[in-house]
């Protein structure tokens, strides 16, 4: 199992920065995708970002491309979501979720880790970003 905990949510004015932290324990050894998904009031989960913590090849949402920035840091088992020049439609719960890769180091660095819900098994509960104007 591997547990996942979002944190660094909160209310914070258009134009505005936060950065969520996602932190990984359990049996975290397999874990190769860390991805960011975000749910609106009424909408569907969308993925905006994932990482192959493995290869560090990252991917993202053409909608949030340039404003949200992923990254990895190993030794503490997190992985963070930087979001900059927030605008009103990023309010929104935020999630992480993790998929697991079972073969050799070279197989899981090359893996793609989409931004397909359906991939990965792994969930946080959330945590909220409000932006108002």
């Known amino acids: 199992q591997v547990q996942l905990v979002e944190s660094g949510g909160g209310s914070v004015q258009a134009g505005g920065s936060l950065r969520l932290s996602c932190a990984a324990s359990?049996?975290?050894?397999?874990?190769?995708?860390v991805g960011w998904f975000r749910q609106a009031p009424g909408k569907e989960r969308e993925g905006v970002a994932a990482?192959?913590?493995?290869?560090?090849?990252?991917y993202y949402a053409d909608s949030v491309k340039g404003r949200f920035t992923i990254s990895q840091d190993n030794a503490k088992n997190t992985v963070y979501l930087q979001i900059d020049s927030l605008k009103l439609e990023d309010t929104a719960m935020y999630y992480c979720?993790?998929?697991?890769?079972?073969?050799?180091?070279?197989?899981?660095?090359?893996?793609?880790?989409?931004?397909?819900?359906?991939?990965?098994?792994?969930w946080g509960q959330g945590t909220q970003v409000t932006v108002s104007s």
């Open positions: 979720a993790a998929h697991r890769v079972y073969g050799t180091t070279q197989y899981a660095s090359l893996f793609n880790c989409n931004l397909k819900n359906s991939m990965y098994r792994y």
């Open positions: 359990g049996y975290t050894s397999s874990t190769t995708c």
């Open positions: 990482i192959n913590i493995v290869g560090s090849s990252i």
